[in-house]
């Protein structure tokens, strides 16, 4: 079956430091990548999403390119600051079907 | 536009009892998925519903069970509650793409 791998927390970084948080996926199909942030006490929000291959996908700085022939998404920044911290989830979407495969999630903690 | 929202934020109940789960879509979406958030197993598909049928099912046992409303608007039920199910149970109201999903604050259930 589908599932996703992300690299284990915590992620402890000072602010303005550039953040990769590493996903790769398995899936039978040809599937849509998402990358989710969770911050403490709340739901899931949608960060950013990618349908196919090389696209990229983008928004608030983060960044992240479906690389098929590596099968990975990983989520970059450039320059991160204290209110990125929370918990990121990497996430596919199978051939269209609306259920999402979610990989365990990273934490990631700023310090100022 | 108003985004998910999930009725109760919070619930405590004891073991043997039943809670239902109460999820209003994005105005416009007419597919509801659930899903359980544990610190143990990370985030499980429970359910979806489309047009009031259920269109896909997680690995639950049937004390898990949903239902969906001409309205869009979905409620979950869980019967004979267990230690274990004890959980932050999110629903996500999919967009017209047929995949991409936004998710509700979520409902924090704690069963004593």
């Known amino acids: 079956g589908d599932s996703v791998t992300q690299m284990e927390g915590p992620v402890t970084l000072s602010e303005e430091a550039f953040l990769t948080i590493n996903c790769t996926y398995t899936a039978t199909g040809y599937p849509s990548l998402f990358w989710y942030v969770q911050y403490p006490g709340e739901g899931l929000q949608l960060l950013l999403k990618?349908?196919?291959?090389?696209d990229k996908g983008s928004n608030k700085g983060f960044e992240a390119t479906y690389r098929k022939e590596t099968t990975s998404f990983h989520l970059e920044k450039g320059s991160v600051q204290v209110s990125d911290s929370a918990v990121y989830f990497c996430a596919l979407s199978d051939q269209g079907y609306s259920t999402l495969t979610f990989g365990k999630g990273t934490m990631l903690l700023v310090s100022p | 536009k108003a985004g998910v929202t999930q009725t109760p934020r919070y619930l405590i109940k004891t073991r043997g009892q039943q809670v239902t789960l109460s999820c209003s879509p994005i105005s416009g979406h007419r597919s509801v998925s659930w899903y359980q958030q544990t610190p143990g197993q990370g985030l499980q598909f429970l359910f979806e519903y489309f047009s009031e049928t259920q269109r896909n099912k997680g690995n639950f046992p049937g004390r898990f069970s949903g239902r969906q409303f001409s309205n869009s608007r979905s409620e979950m039920n869980v019967s004979t509650l267990e230690l274990g199910d004890s959980a932050l149970y999110l629903c996500a109201s999919t967009y017209m793409d047929g995949e991409t999903q936004y998710f509700g604050p979520g409902t924090r259930l704690l069963v004593l």
């Open positions: 990618a349908t196919k291959a090389d």
